[in-house]
């Protein structure tokens, strides 16, 4: 039997209609930007599999380090005991993250960083005597799927059956220069009329949500207003971290600064999940208490594991490194260029790009994940192009090791989509 077939027997996949698609593509190896299926065919990674793998798959410098620690320490409970990799992250972390961020809090995936940042701002206000129930979030935003980052998620193509078990979420559009003082009048109306506990958003860029982009100056003026109403503000950093917008962290664009910021995906470079929520010391401060009763609460078994440690820890020393660096202006400059001549085109409707992320809309009517969607995506991959159409969306967020031959082969990849849509 090939693997696909042994695949179909037990194997239920995420986002995936099985009566419609039953057949999934082995993958048998990854190095670099390039994917290998079980046929010997390459696909270049332009997403570097959900924005995880962004130092190139498979990367040598890191698989060294990791299998250093995976000799060394492979796990040890994190309540009560510590090691080398978890403080040497923590340290490493601190000194890119912006200023105010002073702690770190690990769990395992996007969803649960924001699960835990969610549940930092409520007890938050709790443990000051301030009781506080509802969170704002950006209409269309993605923050996961547990609960309460399913409650904070504006896609109802996601949560429709579940939608009755929300947290209490109230929810203002994303702003442009001419909503946004609207914008700023509706949020104010939420924070006298309700008990606003925090704002999760995804700065400048939400992921799920095709890529939209708003300005860092309408984001700002929001943030304001939350500060200004002790409202914590919670930057879902999980797609947006790790130099993708072209600086470590989006919050760096941005004037305000997060009290609370989620992190996962590139974090642990495709090799192994790991998530990490980060607060100031303000927050931290309002849960140390002689009660027991005032502490977070929260835990995972996996929580801080070493060799996850260990990863992050070699990941951010390539992040730093000037090749990567020189690669994401690389990669920004090539987006440029290529954005400034397709959009031109009669069947693209828009484009956007910030850093290594690359956005156009068809002019043309899609479902999101209808018949038309995998056409798109069938002509990508016989061209060797491995890119997840979001709807009328096609998005670039390759590995920062792609070269510039591989990124003309993703944008003439797309040249052929519209020539048959
Ligand atoms: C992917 C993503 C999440 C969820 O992360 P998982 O690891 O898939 O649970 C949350 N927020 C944003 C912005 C994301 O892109």
């Given at each position: ?99 105010n ?90 924070i ?7 704002f ?20 700002n003026k929001i943030l304001k207003v939350c500060k200004a109403n002790n409202v914590l503000c ?21 004037e305000e600064q997060p009290d ?22 303000k ?139």
């Amino acid at each position: 039997m090939s693997l696909q077939e042994r695949d179909k027997k037990h194997i239920w996949h995420p986002l995936t209609q099985h009566k419609l698609h039953p057949d999934s593509l082995p993958i048998t190896k990854a190095k670099g930007a390039v994917l290998y299926d079980d046929k010997g065919r390459e696909y270049i990674d332009g997403i570097a599999s959900w924005y995880t793998a962004m130092y190139g798959h498979c990367n040598d410098y890191i698989l060294e380090k990791v299998s250093e620690q995976m000799r060394q320490l492979d796990q040890i409970v994190f309540a009560g005991f510590t090691h080398e990799p978890a403080v040497a992250l923590s340290e490493a972390l601190i000194s890119i993250l912006p200023d105010n961020q002073e702690k770190i809090f690990f769990s395992d995936n996007g969803s649960t960083a924001n699960e835990v940042a969610i549940k930092m701002a409520l007890q938050y206000h709790f443990n000051n005597n301030d009781k506080r129930n509802t969170i704002v979030a950006f209409e269309n935003g993605f923050h996961g799927d547990t609960f309460g980052a399913m409650s904070a998620s504006g896609l109802s193509v996601y949560n429709g059956p579940f939608s009755d078990f929300f947290i209490d979420v109230v929810r203002i559009p994303t702003p442009t220069d001419d909503t946004i003082e609207s914008i700023v009048e509706l949020l104010q109306q939420y924070i006298n009329t309700n008990n606003i506990a925090a704002f999760i958003y995804e700065p400048l860029v939400q992921g799920a949500n095709c890529m939209r982009m708003h300005s860092s100056e309408n984001l700002n003026k929001i943030l304001k207003v939350c500060k200004a109403n002790n409202v914590l503000c919670i930057a879902d950093e999980v797609m947006t971290g790790f130099g993708k917008t072209g600086k470590y962290f989006a919050s760096e664009y941005i004037e305000e600064q997060p009290d609370i910021i989620s992190l996962s995906k590139a974090l642990t470079a495709g090799f192994v999940p790991m998530a990490i929520t980060t607060c100031t010391q303000k927050i931290y401060d309002a849960f140390l208490d002689d009660s027991v009763g005032k502490a977070f609460f929260h835990a995972h078994t996996y929580t801080a594991n070493p060799i996850a440690c260990s990863v992050a820890l070699a990941g951010i020393d390539l992040l730093k490194s000037e090749t990567i660096q020189q690669n994401i202006k690389m990669i920004s400059n090539a987006h440029k260029v290529f954005e400034s001549k397709i959009k031109l085109h009669a069947k693209v409707g828009s484009t956007r790009r910030l850093g290594v992320i690359f956005a156009l809309d068809l002019a043309v009517d899609l479902d999101r994940y209808g018949d038309k969607r995998y056409k798109i995506f069938e002509t990508l991959m016989a061209n060797g192009v491995c890119l997840r159409p979001l709807g009328k969306t096609i998005y670039i967020l390759p590995p920062y090791v792609i070269t510039e031959k591989q990124l003309e082969n993703i944008y003439n990849a797309i040249g052929q989509v519209l020539e048959i849509i």
